[in-house]
């Protein structure tokens, strides 16, 4: 058995998940063929598998058909890239729950910095013209635009970024690779494939539900620099994806809308958390600029040896100081520990998040990033 087909066949495991595969993955050393060997005592010592997901591997070969999927496959033009190959995102590499494999249908190679333009299915003329308007923009500077081909924004997203001279744009399903949803865009799915690239993590003909579209959402994210929401209400799948693109380092960026629209109000709700007002696409590439020439540093014990850290003011290199180690803190107890009050200690976090050194978790409080990209 090979390493891809290992990989592939462990996707396609039912009880297994892509936390519960890397969790898997680690325990054997990266090793998809040791781990799909191993017994059922050395599956069950592995903390965080499951009894269902320890059952589903002793009996892989029922439960998933390789040559089937092979051929399915095949017929459908559709590659299976597993996480170790050379043309598997490497964005995708940094968050927390990567996939292991992507079925993906088209021959781009996710060659060009990707940004995501998400929004509301239920748009106005304003919101589609501006999610058509950016993505041509954007694909016609060298970016691939990423979305979730939904209707709506998302469509408005792919197909302007197709109308660019050389344009690229990617398309991710939250259901199997071969199932168009919604079934209106059979047309912009084959001029994506075309032009593009079509990708799931889902095996062939797995149908969309509850839990499919959030994983889908973490993945347009995960793959792009910058996600743009144009258009979504409170509760709407994009305000989903920017909070994964928050807890990934990922740039948010929301484009405002008026305050009596209902598919605003996500928009203005996240400007006011603290996302980028994006009224232009030349500011996100002001911003993605900057952040490019934020000091590349490595681990928190590293920081003194480099002359880079003059880039932070007295107070931020103070507060720096105490995220060493891993420590989590929250605004409230930093403030305390550095006598900063909290308007300063705000600003002061704001500061060091804009700048790559901590990450607001979902609690609220805030940690180091070890790295930055």
């Not at 891809?4 to 297994?16: E, M, S």
């Not at 040559?67 to 033009?77: A, D, F």
């Not at 003194?304 to 420590?327: M, N, P, T, W, Y």
């Not at 929250?330 to 002061?348: H, V, Y």
């Amino acid at each position: 058995m090979t390493s891809k087909d290992a990989y592939w066949i462990l996707n396609g495991l039912p009880g297994l998940g892509p936390i519960s595969l890397n969790v898997l993955l680690e325990a054997f050393g990266d090793d998809p063929v040791a781990a799909l060997g191993a017994s059922k005592g050395e599956l069950a010592a592995i903390q965080g598998l499951t009894r269902r997901a320890v059952d589903s591997l002793i009996n892989a070969d029922s439960l998933f058909d390789l040559n089937q999927e092979k051929m399915e496959s095949k017929r459908l033009g559709v590659d299976f890239i597993e996480r170790d190959h050379p043309q598997y995102p490497s964005a995708l590499r940094e968050i927390h729950d990567p996939p292991i494999g992507l079925y993906v249908r088209g021959e781009y190679r996710f060659s060009k910095p990707q940004v995501a333009i998400i929004g509301s299915r239920r748009t106005t003329l304003y919101g589609q013209s501006i999610a058509r308007e950016f993505a041509q923009e954007l694909s016609g500077r060298g970016f691939c635009v990423v979305s979730g081909m939904a209707r709506g924004i998302d469509t408005c997203a792919h197909q302007g970024a197709l109308e660019a001279k050389d344009g690229n744009t990617v398309a991710v399903l939250g259901c199997g690779i071969d199932i168009v949803y919604p079934p209106e865009n059979i047309g912009l799915y084959r001029d994506i494939g075309n032009s593009g690239a079509v990708v799931s993590e889902f095996t062939i003909g797995r149908k969309a539900d509850r839990q499919t579209f959030p994983m889908r959402n973490r993945l347009v994210s995960g793959m792009s620099r910058a996600i743009i929401v144009v258009e979504s209400d409170v509760s709407g799948g994009s305000m989903i994806t920017a909070r994964f693109a928050g807890e990934q380092g990922r740039l948010v960026c929301a484009v405002p809308g008026r305050i009596d629209q209902k598919t605003s109000e996500g928009c203005n709700r996240l400007i006011k958390d603290g996302a980028l007002l994006l009224s232009s696409v030349d500011e996100l590439m002001s911003e993605l600029e900057y952040e490019s020439q934020i000091p590349k540093v490595g681990t928190f014990s590293e920081i003194e040896r480099k002359s880079d850290i003059d880039d932070l003011s007295e107070l931020e290199i103070e507060a720096l100081a105490f995220f060493k180690g891993g420590e989590i803190v929250d605004a409230d107890r930093l403030g305390k520990l550095t006598n900063q009050s909290s308007p300063e200690i705000s600003s002061t976090l704001l500061m060091l998040e804009l700048k790559g050194y901590v990450a607001k978790r979902l609690d609220g409080a805030y940690e180091a990033i070890s790295t930055v990209r």
